[in-house]
């Protein structure tokens, strides 16, 4: 079964600062991947979303940028990192098929100070 | 572009209560649809889905969705709901062809008094 490693689970971060969150998979190969932001009462916005390597779709115009170097490796950057960044950030994978379900990671709340 | 929209942001039962979250989604073709939920703490996941056959569609833990075309309405139900069901809810949809991407409802907060 596919399995999803988000890491860190929570980070703090000054403004300016530079961010890195990683999401790898396990468990099953050519994924599609996802980056969404969830936010209290405003659901899940997506962010970023791949279908393979080196292919990244943006959703969402902002001061995030996302990489996937490797087929189950998909990453979320930032290089100055601002107050409005902070949030709650999903790592989700699926198989591209229309009735197959996402998986989704434990997340990493970030806190931009 | 599809739109997902769940209407109850916040609701708050006691134990033993039914329970009956709304969900309208916009696109007009055939659609693919989805509950997840997310416990405190937890990651999301998947609580049921609906693709095509029977419109009502039994998940885990004696949820239940029905599929109504004719209202764009995918709504989640439970007879009797209990403590352990206090979690975040989320209707999401994707078309049945081209990039599948998930849109997702902006989700209920439900809680479970004992």
């Known amino acids: 079964s596919q399995t999803i490693h988000q890491w860190p689970a929570t980070l703090v971060q000054p403004v300016g600062s530079p961010l890195s969150l990683e999401c790898t998979v396990e468990?099953?190969?050519?994924?599609?991947l996802y980056w969404y932001r969830q936010a209290a009462g405003r659901g899940l916005q997506l962010l970023f979303y791949?279908?393979?390597?080196?292919?990244i779709s943006s959703e969402v115009p902002q001061n995030l940028s996302a990489s996937r170097p490797q087929d189950r490796q998909f990453i979320l950057s930032s290089k100055k990192l601002l107050l409005s960044d902070s949030g709650f950030y999903l790592c989700?994978?699926?198989?591209?098929?229309?009735?197959?379900?996402?998986?989704f990671g434990n997340g990493t709340r970030l806190t931009v100070t | 572009a599809q739109s997902v929209s769940q209407h109850n942001h916040h609701v708050i039962l006691s134990e033993a209560a039914s329970l009956e979250l709304g969900c309208n989604y916009s696109?007009?073709?055939?659609?693919?649809l989805f509950w997840y939920v997310q416990y405190p703490g937890q990651h999301l996941q998947l609580l049921l889905k609906?693709?095509?056959?029977?419109?009502l569609v039994k998940g885990i833990k004696g949820f239940e969705a029905e599929f109504i075309k004719s209202k764009f309405s995918f709504n989640l139900r439970k007879p009797s709901v209990q403590w352990s069901d206090t979690a975040e809810y989320f209707c999401?949809?994707?078309?049945?062809?081209?990039?599948?991407?998930?849109?997702f409802g902006r989700g209920t907060s439900l809680i479970v008094h004992p």
């Open positions: 989700a994978q699926g198989q591209g098929v229309g009735n197959s379900p996402l998986h």
């Open positions: 999401a949809t994707t078309p049945p062809r081209g990039s599948y991407i998930p849109t």
């Open positions: 696109y007009g073709g055939t659609v693919n």
């Open positions: 791949s279908v393979g390597i080196g292919q």
């Open positions: 609906y693709f095509s056959g029977d419109p």
């Open positions: 468990g099953t190969s050519n994924p599609n």
